[in-house]
T-cell receptor, first 109, second 118 residues
């Protein structure tokens, strides 16, 4: 069965420190992976997708098929990064998404 | 253009009553999704519509939950005989899907309906 695991419910880091939000997946096919973010009082929105290999707001994520991981990283956290982050997997051949339980990131001043 | 809209924004109901939640997707989006967001459970997939195909209902938690999408546009999620554990934020999202999302395929979320069952 497809599954997305985000082991940390809450991650607190100090401003300027590196941050890594963990995401592991279980899927027998070829996955498409995404990170979505929800800032306070805003809608859930796409942050980045693995297929684009992009950096958004300083965040990057690399798909590691060997470890079945798609961790989100940023070298220097900012206070405005505080938000809820969801990792998601899209099953191939469909447009169905499986989301993880989310990690709340708090960046402390 | 207008984004995904949902109504009502908040709904308080008594246990045992039926509720209907509405979602207006972005025009031209063929895919529509319903999720439930609750503390500790993250974002739980409920149901997914893609064009005229039969919906994927595999995430509906019980037969008290149902959804329909009329004319390939507006969708309603109905919860019958509500229970306290149904209290959550219900999110709707839409995407281009088979209309040509491809590498640009992105889900756009609505603001959600916060349901409280007393």
């Amino acid at each position: 069965a497809q599954r997305v695991t985000q082991p940390e419910k809450l991650l607190s880091v100090f401003k300027g420190a590196p941050v890594e939000l963990k995401c592991n997946y279980s899927y027998s096919g070829s996955p498409e992976l995404f990170w979505y973010v929800q800032y306070s009082r805003q809608r859930l929105q796409l942050l980045l997708r693995h297929i684009s290999r992009e950096s958004i707001k300083g965040f990057t994520a690399d798909l590691n098929k060997g470890e079945t991981s798609f961790h989100l990283k940023k070298p220097f956290a900012q206070e405005e990064d505080s938000a809820m982050y969801y990792c998601a997997l899209r099953t191939s051949g469909t447009y169905k998404y499986i989301f993880g339980t989310g990690t709340r990131l708090k960046v402390l001043a | 253009g207008a984004g995904v809209s949902q109504s009502p924004s908040n709904k308080v109901t008594e246990k045992g009553k039926d509720v209907e939640l509405r979602c207006d997707p972005i025009s031209g989006h063929t895919a529509l999704y319903w999720y439930r967001q609750s503390l500790g459970q993250g974002l739980e997939f409920l149901i997914y519509f893609q064009g005229n195909s039969a919906p994927d209902k595999s995430g509906l938690p019980s037969d008290r939950f149902s959804a329909e999408r009329t004319g390939g546009s507006v969708s309603t999620l109905t919860i019958q005989r509500t229970q306290q554990e149904d209290s959550a934020v219900y999110l709707c999202a839409s995407s281009l899907g088979l209309a040509g999302g491809g590498l640009k395929e992105t889900q756009y979320f609505g603001p959600g309906t916060r349901l409280l069952v007393l």
